[in-house]
């Protein structure tokens, strides 16, 4: 007699997803896991409340597999729908056949229609943060290395998914050639907008905190401007990084919150989880082993500058022109 398993209603799953949206994914701490091709591993487990299973746009599953996913009852999410805007997805009894859609790609637009998908199916949007509790965005110094190949370097010790040059800011090389009113302006404008945005930063001038906030007060920038904000050597952002794209997450709904497994090596940093519901979300603090979040202890706040999958998920769209409204102009007036 076999024993009918619940699955958790975190990790999604994933069959047959390319390999660059599969390391996307998981690069923005969505928690998904992959499934062998045979599917064996469902044998014997019933779908949760809110799993899932997103199937890539070139997966086919014969007789055996269809029969099996719907004995666990895991409603399929087929991603040949976000491949254009005018892709529809393909229906269980076609994903047995030779499919003729292209492989989808990993951007911010892709990422925002995932999001949208999984909230009309009754789930809700669930990342690792990208930085450790409670901080909101990261400022980096000590970055210096002496030499011609620093470029190099830096971004073969990076483990971000961009060169690090994107993470430098161009204002703030125009205030350490010319200092002045305006200089200073735009350093400030760039500074609030990147956090505003959550997006990471690094002061190739700046070696250390005091220096820091001596800038601060050189170009006059409160830093109430951005209470949240983490301002660390580039080495503990990097260290930081890779500990968090080693962790696991297993979620699972109860009455009043959710209950979070979180397994992995945090070496002193504290990660965080990001619960959105709409354009509201809020942060709550994992620490190792299990964790309780009650509803009614979420702060949820308007995060309408942030993309929904954190700054690697902004990076990947940053020719997609998925940018929120007018955030340029409202940094601005912040910072003046």
């Not at 009852?73 to 030779?98: G, H, M, W, Y």
Request: proline residues 5%; glycine residues 6%; neutral net charge.
């Amino acid at each position: 007699m076999s024993v009918s398993r619940q699955l958790p209603d975190y990790p999604i799953l994933l069959s047959g997803v390319a390999a660059p949206v599969a390391k996307g994914l998981r690069e923005m701490g969505l928690p998904v896991t992959e499934l062998h091709d045979d599917l064996a591993q469902l044998s014997g487990y019933q779908s949760s409340s809110w799993n899932l299973l997103l199937v890539g746009s070139q997966k086919t599953f014969n007789e055996r597999d269809l029969q099996l996913l719907s004995h666990c009852r895991i409603p399929l999410v087929d991603l040949a729908e976000f491949t254009s805007q005018k892709a529809e997805a393909r229906t269980r009894d076609e994903l047995n056949q030779k499919s003729t859609f292209g492989i989808e790609q990993f951007n911010a637009a892709f990422v925002i229609r995932l999001k949208d998908k999984l909230q009309q199916t009754g789930g809700t949007w669930m990342r690792l943060s990208d930085y450790p509790y409670p901080y909101q965005g990261v400022i980096c110094y000590g970055e210096a290395i002496p030499g011609e190949d620093f470029r190099e370097f830096s971004n073969v010790m990076s483990p971000l998914p961009v060169p690090l040059e994107q993470l430098h800011l161009h204002a703030e090389a125009d205030w350490e050639a010319r200092s002045n009113t305006e200089t200073a302006r735009q350093l400030r404008v760039d500074l609030i907008s990147s956090y505003r945005q959550g997006l990471p930063v690094s002061l190739t001038s700046i070696n250390s905190r005091n220096e820091f906030q001596t800038l601060l007060q050189n170009i006059k920038l409160d830093r109430k401007q951005f209470p949240l904000v983490w301002v660390t050597s580039l080495s503990t952002f990097f260290r930081w990084w890779n500990l968090r794209r080693e962790l696991s997450v297993s979620i699972n709904r109860r009455n009043a919150g959710w209950e979070t497994i979180i397994s992995g090596q945090f070496e002193g940093f504290h990660p965080g989880l990001q619960i959105w519901k709409g354009k509201h979300s809020a942060t709550v603090a994992l620490t190792r082993g299990v964790n309780e979040i009650r509803d009614e202890l979420l702060a949820l706040a308007m995060n309408q500058e942030r993309h929904p999958g954190g700054f690697t998920a902004h990076w990947a769209g940053s020719k997609s022109s998925v940018y929120p409204i007018g955030w340029k102009k409202t940094a601005a007036s912040a910072a003046s």
